[in-house]
């Protein structure tokens, strides 16, 4: 089998590269701005004299915005943008232009003559393949131990500051057996799920299981024959897959960002199909490779000193998790025992994603419950509520949030349910039964109860854990 490498030596490879550009073989007859595209919109391309694989695109025909689709999973915007095209081939470059009068399109034919082995070179091709000597690829699996392995953020963050799958959290879905295997001989990618994949619910309908409403383990045969590239865009590095191929857990993406990778780990970000403000992220290993434990930082341990009064500032950084929270939202009543013009709203959203929700705030400590261990709160219920679908009830909750998405498998909660409605009421959450623990550093405040998907409108004020 030949190799890029090998391809390369058979050629005159160091001769320029030929670039052929075929005549605009697209056009939509849209309405254009005369005075800055005049006829329709056109661009010129040009080789770089160093690297003809390299090429230089130039807007000719106005318009105030520009934006480019370069042929090779890159795109941008801008008058003059430059693409790069390491394998020999044929690709599409489409040009769209935006005048006052509306947009006109055109699209070009680039020919790379030969494939630069050179671009091809680097350490994120080495790191993913382990280099083209290695004539089976190199395989990942999912590292299943670590905190994240799976997470989820939102598409305008930066990290999986929503959700982080714990140590084997997912071992019922059939993700950790799955291999994903990168060969640089032949672009070739396999996707090994030995007959089951882990779906997320919101595109498993792709694969076959409609109306999820859990992420869901389906029965799944993956294509063969697909293929990878990488792609350098903006700065970014990208793992494109064909035939709708993905990496263990499918959310309908089928391009990854490499937020980092090293001959044994790799840390991938991905989108949603269905769900455009979602960013997921996968934490790969090499197969065979063991990855050292964390080195956790122990959190001080140390008395709560905390209060809120949802007004003035406190000295709590609350957290909204799937619910609606205002500060110094009016009182609804400002009567005894809660006269303060200014309290926390707190709304349960509506639906099944919403059903944990709740308000939480993670401090830089860990609670010394032999000291300080009973929170108090003030509390309004409105009787509006449908207390037939939504619980009167209120939760205060200790969880350790080194336990990612199993904090919740070592809380310790302490719920009061009311049958007063339209008063404030001053509760107290006694935790002294738990003085002996040392582990918490997450303090959970949820209202209407949990595991439903009904809706329901909370006041609270006067937080106190001191």
Not at 33 to 58: E, L, R, Y
Not at 68 to 93: C, F, K, M, Q, R
Not at 377 to 390: A, E, G, Q, R
Request: glycine share 8%.
């Amino acid at each position: 089998m030949k190799t890029p490498y090998n391809c390369l030596k058979s050629w005159t490879c160091l001769l320029a590269g030929l670039i052929l550009m075929t005549a605009s073989c697209k056009r939509t007859d849209f309405p254009v701005d005369k005075n800055s595209v005049p006829g329709a919109a056109k661009f010129s391309a040009s080789p770089k004299a160093s690297n003809a694989n390299i090429i230089d695109f130039k807007n000719e025909s106005g318009g105030f915005k520009v934006i480019w689709d370069l042929g090779n999973g890159t795109s941008g915007e801008g008058n003059t943008i430059s693409g790069s095209y390491p394998e020999a081939g044929t690709y599409t470059v489409k040009l769209t232009v935006f005048t006052k009068e509306g947009f006109a399109s055109v699209t070009k034919q680039v020919v790379i003559a030969q494939t630069n082995t050179d671009m091809l070179r680097g350490p994120e091709y080495d790191a993913l393949t382990g280099t083209a000597a290695n004539v089976n690829g190199k395989t990942w699996v999912i590292e299943k131990g670590t905190v994240g392995h799976l997470g989820l953020g939102p598409i305008t963050g930066t990290t999986d500051e929503w959700f982080k799958a714990g140590p084997e959290e997912k071992k019922a879905f059939g993700i950790y057996d799955d291999e994903m295997t990168f060969n640089l001989n032949g672009w070739k990618y396999s996707y090994v799920n030995n007959g089951t994949t882990y779906a997320n619910k919101d595109n498993a309908k792709d694969l076959g299981a409609s109306g999820a409403t859990e992420d869901v383990m389906v029965n799944y045969t993956p294509p063969g024959n697909m293929t990878w590239k990488l792609v350098f865009s903006g700065g970014k590095k990208f793992i494109n897959l064909s035939d709708n191929g993905f990496i263990a857990y499918y959310t309908g993406s089928s391009q990854y960002e490499i937020l980092s990778i090293t001959d044994d780990q790799m840390y991938l970000r991905t989108t949603s199909k269905a769900v455009a403000d979602q960013a997921w992220y996968l934490r790969l290993s090499r197969k065979g490779f063991t990855p050292k434990p964390p080195v956790v930082v122990e959190k001080p341990l140390k008395a709560a000193n905390l209060s809120d009064d949802f007004d003035a500032a406190g000295n709590i950084t609350w957290l909204a998790e799937n619910i609606t929270y205002k500060k110094a939202y009016d009182n609804p009543a400002p009567l005894p025992v809660n006269t303060s013009a200014k309290v926390g709203f707190y709304a349960k959203k509506d639906g099944v994603d919403a059903q944990y929700g709740n308000l939480q705030a993670t401090l830089p400590y860990r609670l010394d419950l032999s000291t300080k261990n009973k929170v108090k709160m003030k509390v309004f219920l409105p009787s509006y509520n449908d207390f037939s679908k939504v619980n009167p009830k209120v939760v205060v909750k200790l969880q350790n949030s080194l336990l990612g998405g199993n904090a919740w498998t070592t809380q310790r909660e302490v719920a009061k349910v009311l049958n007063v409605f339209n008063s404030w009421i001053e509760l107290e959450f006694d935790f002294s039964t738990f003085s002996a623990d040392t582990v918490y550093d997450r303090i959970v405040v949820q209202l209407g109860g949990e595991g439903h998907p009904n809706p329901g409108i909370f006041y609270i004020d006067d937080f106190e854990f001191k």
